[in-house]
């Protein structure tokens, strides 16, 4: 029998990191303006749900890219994969989000560059 999948896949923090280091694909923080200013992961694209939901198209940088969206714990992504494939979108989602990569050792910067906290 076949597994019935109701979205996009997800993805581990460590393969999300590597598929945007090796990979080409674009990491979509999709976290409220404050969350991204405290800590975001390196070399990642901004664009809130919110923005998203409103219509919002995605930064030059993420256009006709893969894409791994992430936000706090999971669920936020996990609806912007499913909007963004919906869309036409090549999308996975961050299983845990920025407190699972955290967690996973991987690097956290604030709007400076700065060790940077998850919000």
Known sequence: MFPFRR???RVLPADAHRRAR???AVLLDVR???EWAAGHAPGAVHTPL???LAGAGLPSAARGRPLIVICRSGHRSQRAARLLTERGA???DVKGGMNAWAAAGL???DDRGNNGSIA
């Open 22 to 24: 090796h990979e080409g």
């Open 7 to 9: 979205g996009p896949a």
């Open 90 to 92: 090549a999308a996975v």
């Open 50 to 52: 919110s923005a998203l």
């Open 32 to 34: 409220e303006p404050a």
């Open 107 to 109: 690097p956290v910067v």
